[in-house]
C-alpha cells in the first residue's frame, strides 16, 4: 500500500521512559519487602496522564524494573519472561500487563498480546493506552475495524490523547482508505502536535490525493 513504509504506530511510551517511571515509583517507595502503595503517573504531551495506583513487593519492583531494561535493549526472550513472572505475581498491575502485551507485539506474538492488553483493560477498561496498545496488536493481525473501535475508544476516554490520534488516522489512511476521517484526525493531532513535520507531509500527500 502506498506509504505502508513510512507510516508507524506511535508507541504511548518507549522503554526508557517507562524505565524511568519505574524508577521514580522505587524512590517513593521504602526498601523493605512489605508491599506498599505507589503512584506511577505517565505524562506526555497534550495535557495527557494516567495514573495507576500499585502495589509491589521489593523483589518485583527490582524485576519489572530490570525486565523493561532488557526489552528497552532488545533483549526480547529474556525480557518476556521476567515480566510474566511480574505479571503473575502482580495479577492487578495493568501496566505490567501492557507491557507485556507489548513485548509479545513487537515479537509478532499477536494473541499473547491481544491476551495481556484484555488482562488489563479487565482491570480498568477506561485505560487509554491499553485501547491504543490494542488497536495496535488489531491493526497488525489485519483487524483493522476492531483497531479502529480500539483508537476510538481511547479517544472517547481522552480525547487529547494524540497517540491514538495519530494512529487511528494512519489506520483510515493507509489500511482503510476512509481519507475524511484521516484528514481529520491527522489536522486534530497536529494541533496537539504541530511540530510533527512528517504528519504535516501526510497531510499534504493525503489531499494531493483527496484532489484539495
Not at 521514580?24 to 519487602?33: P, R
Request: hydrophobic share 40%; aromatic share 8%.
Amino acid at each position: 500500500m502506498r506509504g505502508l513504509d513510512r507510516r508507524i504506530e506511535s508507541k504511548l511510551i518507549s522503554w526508557r521512559t517507562l524505565v524511568l517511571v519505574t524508577t521514580c515509583l522505587l524512590s517513593a517507595c521504602a526498601t523493605s519487602s512489605t508491599k506498599r502503595t505507589g503512584r506511577i503517573e505517565f505524562q506526555k504531551d497534550g495535557g495527557f496522564t494516567i495514573t495507576e495506583q500499585a502495589r509491589f513487593s521489593s523483589g518485583v519492583r527490582g524485576d519489572f524494573k530490570k525486565a523493561l531494561r532488557l526489552l528497552e535493549e532488545e533483549e526480547y526472550e529474556r525480557g518476556i519472561e521476567l515480566l510474566e513472572q511480574v505479571a503473575e505475581a502482580a495479577p492487578h498491575a495493568t501496566t505490567a500487563h501492557i507491557d507485556l502485551g507489548i513485548a509479545y507485539r513487537l515479537t509478532g506474538d499477536y494473541e499473547r498480546a491481544e491476551s495481556s492488553i484484555r488482562r488489563a483493560l479487565a482491570l480498568n477498561p477506561r485505560h487509554p493506552a491499553a485501547h491504543n496498545e490494542l488497536g495496535i496488536v488489531y491493526r497488525k493481525m489485519g483487524r483493522f475495524e476492531e483497531a479502529r473501535e480500539s483508537y476510538q475508544s481511547a479517544l472517547a476516554i481522552s480525547s487529547d490523547f494524540h497517540f491514538a490520534r495519530r494512529n487511528l488516522a494512519i489506520l483510515c489512511d493507509v489500511y482503510i482508505g476512509d481519507f475524511a476521517c484521516a484528514i481529520e484526525h491527522y489536522e486534530r493531532y497536529t494541533k496537539v502536535v504541530p511540530e510533527d513535520e512528517k504528519v504535516a507531509m501526510w497531510i499534504t500527500d493525503l489531499r494531493n490525493r483527496m484532489g484539495k
